[in-house]
Nanobody
């Protein structure tokens, strides 16, 4: 069964850190680009970061540049999103999604994703 499972969300104070994990099963990441999205209530879904299948190409939304770091562990078939300097406006449900391509697009394309996880909730208190 092909699936993505996110973990690592929680409640953290402003300025704190979290590391989200996205575990892929049923397929390997060496032919897949992974994108982290987030969705806050009343707001549009936002593409946060993308990593190419090789791990050599990384994209970040302007809102998280310099604070978030995406990485990949092929041995663990897992993509991570390290989030530092968290702000209340980072509060959202975070989803990872897989696209059957080697490369990240230069634009956000939720409809392009082939698989989605169910998300993990991140809450940042002020």
């Amino acid at each position: 069964q092909l699936q993505l499972v996110e973990s690592g969300g929680g409640l953290v104070q402003s300025g704190g850190s979290l590391r989200l994990s996205c575990l892929a099963s049923g397929f390997t990441l060496d032919n897949t680009a992974i994108t982290w999205f987030r969705h806050a209530p009343g707001q549009e879904r936002e593409g946060v970061s993308c990593i190419s299948s090789s791990g050599g190409s990384l994209n970040y939304a302007d809102s998280v540049k310099g604070r978030f770091t995406i990485s990949m562990d092929n041995a663990e078939n897992t993509v991570y999103l390290r989030m530092n300097g968290l702000k209340p406006e980072d509060t959202a449900r975070y989803y990872c999604a897989a696209e059957s391509t080697h490369y990240c697009k230069s634009y956000v394309c939720p409809a392009c994703m082939n698989y989605w996880g169910k998300g993990t909730l991140v809450t940042v208190s002020s």
